[in-house]
């Protein structure tokens, strides 16, 4: 019986559906284990063989897991909103739903095929109203909630409301906008509702605010800062600007102290926890304020060193702060505009990481130091973020190299307050005393103790006070785009109303196109059924606004991390129970969180610390039980793919008067280069001769002018040689190409290793490899690529030795003429195998070690075939072990064995250390320090009977030739040395 890997995995894939094998319990008297994937956004391209890694990987934890009894919830879902079905629509005209249904269809028969034990039943899908109905629920938490400081936890907006009512503003201590204004329970009581909403929508945790975004006119959008790669859209590639808009923000940087804390509470990778630390990125100094002269404008800036502010010669504000077209003198103006409309096309991500280019410019402007009322000048400059901290900083160029170089380049004066000793903070701390020019109250300061002086005389003439200053900004929640959870938002007179939650989910209206619209508003502003009926509590036609009873919707949608903030908490319910709750007080408090998440590390300081927020939130407001969503966290690395590419140069000549287009490959261009041959050596025919008469290409940077460009990796054969019919086939625009470097047809390619992407033409798809080879071989290999954190690349020709292990697998159970397993004893080497196979196994799979696993198996199946061992006592538990990777297969032998239920509701076999522990030891015997032969002997025999038996033994006497020794050495368990 041969091992027909199709028929098996089939047939186990139907089992496990009709049988829901793998469906989770809310009520169970077994510990519980929850196990959870980020979850895919369902791409038309579907899945290759570098996505399943992390699945895979978490497979094998969850099934071990059942198999150890546990209550195991291992589901699965889509992240099924988003920017890429919304482009594909407005090229198509196609509704982002249907395209949306249609790739999570082949997802889920690309995943149903690889033999995840996922619990189907709790599918999520955040583009479901059934789901993003709790999703704008809990958007309106948010807006009725505030941060109380002093409770350090976010309470009912109805709290704040009856303190304005009972004692106004000034005791209050909450994380609010920096522009309130104090005001008395008189005053509030006075106030009418519209001032009452301006002045709550300044404390709620998300609020409507004129930030700067980042905007994207191509994509017609706004984009988080970890949506932009090296300064232009992640999604297409294009360019993105500085923008300010009036948008929907989420209050997160009222928990960045507890973002911070709960890092120590979790256990996730230390390079994961420090990128948290870094973008939350906890400052304490203090808050300094300069008044401008000429202006009744102060100008606030925070630093981590106040006691260098004599050393403060100039300031640098960000070029979209508020206050520059105030104080920027008439002969300044068209310098500062101009320099402010070119730094608006560069990112934040670009801006902070460009620490090479020096560029500002001065406003006219000056302000007044706190202290010595000399004046200071005030500059721009696009190093100053406005997000970041106040947006302003106070220049002190003898202690920062940033402010020195920016100084230096434009001429700016760089006093030495210390008189020339070194102000870094470790050189500084470790000096008794220091001299500071223009100081009556510094000198003879350490460090701590001249930081405290500085922030006690600030407060004094009330112009600072010590302060800690976090990086973390508040989150933009809008974007303009139709693809989204739409906001449950309608105004009336400008300020906004939250739909009542009974009336929910507000669903997506029908558009004729999903573009913004001439007059730059969302998509959504093209509906023409989008109003809000405030007394029937429905959607009605636009037509019938009339800001009375019937208002306009919001025409922004919500951002791609709403919905993926709480998933995790969705698949904790059962679907029948799904519309009384996002979920049920029982399932929360049974599951709790996730106990082991697995995604990419991209993910580190955009969906991870939202997530985290969201769930700090719920439990404030007392919807969850828990303040952090993962417990344990791992990055899986990533499958690369192997790439290929020819090598392409757009001449300046033309032929017919179409441009002339090359294509070589790496080897011609490393002749031409190394050897200094004329690259016209390799032109024949017409091309020769075009460029004998026209052209001649002698400098080597020409060479270095060709651009790499990809080739289809399926076009490829074993030699690395492509046809050039085929390249042709498959671009026809290359037919007028010119291929320099062919022969008989085939071009050599280069190759080189990266991600694996469509885009690169390298991808690999897992339904080829399950088609050839099977799920279980794809499942094997994977894990035996290389540790599950470590990037890998991608070689289909090494998957077959994993499947030559698994037919040897088979034929340790089936043979010629069908079961070969056997109720006989098993030997001791027979055990010894097995438990040293349970031991390892269940060690790497505690440690995420899946591909030292894979290599035990491997030397398992090897010694027990060399032993022909047919014993079910250790066959059958082996099964077991290898279920968790190979798990159709496992199944297929499972029932060979008489077994009628799965074998993922087996127990896990227990290591009993008896059967490795040796008795007997292969002593070396040595003569005069040269071993000989060995001689097994037992463990526990006594250095008088080691001594004996040797010496009785014929080899011994053989070597001795009747000789009597002088000495026998003994070392019990090692060696035994005959001297004489």
């Known amino acids: 019986m041969r091992y027909n890997f199709k028929a098996i995995e089939k047939k186990w894939q139907a089992y496990w559906e009709k049988h829901e094998t793998f469906k989770a319990e809310n009520h169970s008297n077994r510990p519980k284990y929850y196990v959870l994937d980020m979850f895919p956004y369902p791409s038309g391209a579907g899945l290759h063989v570098g996505h399943p890694l992390g699945y895979i990987a978490s497979d094998i934890y969850a099934r071990y897991k059942r198999h150890k009894g546990f209550n195991v919830l291992h589901p ?59 999703t704008q629920w809990i958007f309106i938490q948010l807006f009725e909630s505030w941060y109380n400081n002093d409770s350090d936890k976010a309470e009912s907006i109805d709290t704040l409301v009856e303190r304005f009512k009972s004692e106004g503003n000034v005791a209050v201590n909450a994380a609010c906008d920096d522009n309130i204004d104090p005001f008395t329970a008189s005053d509030w ?8 909403q301006e002045i709550l929508l300044k404390y709620r945790l998300t609020y409507l605010a ?23 859209s992640e999604r297409g590639g294009h360019p993105v600007i500085r923008k300010k808009m009036t948008q929907w923000s989420m209050r997160i940087s009222a928990y960045a102290e507890r973002l911070l804390q709960g890092l120590e509470t979790i256990d996730w990778t230390d390079s994961l926890k420090e990128s948290q630390r870094n973008w939350i990125g906890k400052s304490v100094g203090a808050s300094v304020s300069f008044n401008v002269k000429d202006h009744a404008e102060t100008i606030e800036v925070f630093t981590t060193r106040p006691d260098t502010i004599f ?15 105030k104080i920027t003198t008439e002969a300044q103006r068209a310098e500062v505009e101009a320099y402010i409309e070119k730094t608006a096309k560069r990112s934040e991500r670009d801006r902070m990481a460009d620490v090479k280019t020096i560029s500002g410019v001065f406003t006219g402007a000056y302000a007044e130091h706190p202290f010595t009322k000399n004046p200071i000048p005030i500059w721009i400059g696009d190093y100053v973020l406005a997000g970041y901290g106040t947006g302003a900083v106070m220049a002190v160029p003898c202690g920062d190299q940033r402010d020195y170089d920016f100084a230096k380049h434009f001429g700016i004066d760089i006093p030495n307050i ?39 005389e600030l407060e004094q003439i009330g112009q600072g006070q010590g302060k800690t200053n976090y990086r973390l900004r508040d989150a933009v929640f809008s974007r303009q785009r139709y693809w989204g959870e739409p906001f449950p938002v309608y105004y009336v007179n400008g300020m906004p109303q939250m739909i009542d939650a009974e009336y929910l989910p507000l669903t997506l209206p029908e558009v004729e196109k ?132 020819l090598f392409k140069w757009n001449t300046s000549l033309k032929k017919d008067a179409k441009p002339i287009v090359i294509y070589t490959n790496y080897e011609t261009i490393n002749k031409v280069v190394d050897e200094k041959k004329r690259f016209e050596d390799f032109f024949i025919g017409d091309l020769k001769e075009l460029f004998e008469k026209n052209f001649h290409v002698s400098n080597k940077a020409k060479y270095e002018n060709f651009s790499p460009t990809h080739v289809d990796v399926s076009l490829v054969n074993s030699s690395s040689l492509v046809k050039i019919d085929d390249l042709i086939k498959w671009r026809p625009e290359l037919d007028n190409a010119y291929f320099i470097g062919e022969e008989d047809g085939y071009i050599k390619v280069k190759h080189d290793v990266e991600k694996m992407s469509k885009s690169k033409y390298n991808v690999v798809n897992p339904d080829a490899i399950c088609e050839q080879y099977g799920a279980d071989s794809l499942r094997l290999y994977e894990m035996f690529l290389g540790p599950l954190e470590q990037y890998k690349p991608w070689n289909t020709a090494g998957i077959s030795g994993v499947h030559s292990f698994l037919k040897k697998l088979w034929k340790l159970y089936v043979g010629e003429n069908g079961l070969n397993v056997k109720d006989a004893e098993p030997t001791k080497d027979h055990l010894k195998t097995l438990h040293k196979t349970i031991k390892k196994v269940e060690e790497d799979i505690e440690n995420f070690s899946f591909n030292t696993s894979v290599s035990t198996f491997m030397i398992a199946v090897n010694e027990l075939t060399a032993q022909k061992c047919t014993s079910k006592t250790v066959l059958e538990p082996l099964l077991i072990l290898i279920s968790p990777y190979a798990p159709h297969i496992a199944e297929e032998l499972w029932e060979k064995l008489g077994h009628t239920a799965s074998i993922s509701l087996a127990a896990f076999p227990k290591f009993e250390e008896k059967y490795v522990v040796e008795s007997t030891k292969n002593y070396p015997i040595s003569f005069n320090g040269k071993m000989r032969f060995t001689l097994e002997l037992p ?42």
């Open 76 to 134: 699965q879902g889509y992240d099924s909103f988003g920017l890429p079905a919304e482009q594909y629509a407005i090229q198509t005209g196609q509704h982002p739903a249907v395209t949306t249904e249609t790739n999570i269809k082949t997802y889920r028969r690309q995943l149903d095929q690889i033999g995840f034990s996922f619990d189907w039943s709790r599918e999520v899908r955040t583009s479901d109203p059934k789901y993003y109905k709790w």
């Open 189 to 196: 009581n006075s106030y009418t509702s519209e001032q009452q």
């Open 210 to 232: 004129e930030t700067e975004v980042n905007w994207c006119p191509a994509l017609g959008t706004v984009l988080a800062n970890d949506e932009i790669v090296n300064g232009v």
């Open 311 to 325: 050393g403060a010669s100039f300031m640098t504000l960000a070029p979209e702060h508020e206050l520059v077209s």
């Open 418 to 456: 210390f008189d020339g000793v070194d102000i870094s903070e470790e050189a500084y701390a470790s000096k008794d005393k220091v001299k500071i020019a223009n100081s009556d109250f510094l000198n003879g300061l350490d460090f701590k103790k001249a930081t405290k002086r500085v922030i006690y």
């Open 514 to 645: 999903y573009l913004p619209t001439e007059e730059g508003e969302p998509p959504l502003g093209r509906a023409d059924v989008w109003a809000w009926n405030s007394i029937e509590k429905k959607v009605v036609s636009n037509e019938l606004i009339d800001n009375k009873t019937i208002f306009p919707l919001e025409l922004n949608t919500m951002p791609g991390w709403a919905g993926s903030s709480w998933y995790f908490f969705r698949y904790m319910e059962e679907k029948a129970k799904r519309d009384e709750a996002f979920a049920s007080e029982e399932a929360l408090n049974y599951w709790e969180n996730v106990d082991l998440y697995i995604g990419g590390s991209e993910h580190a300081t955009g969906h991870l610390l939202y997530s985290r927020f969201w769930v700090k939130f719920m439990k404030d407001r007392g919807f969850v039980n828990v303040e952090e969503p993962f417990k344990k966290l791992i990055n899986q690395g990533m499958i690369l793919g192997t790439s290929a590419f």
């Open 939 to 980: 463990l526990d025999m006594t250095k008088e009977d080691i001594e004996k038996t040797v010496l009785a033994y014929e080899k011994t006497q053989e070597q001795l030739q009747g000789r009597t020794p002088k000495k026998v050495i003994i070392v019990p368990g090692k060696i035994v040395n005959i001297v004489g």
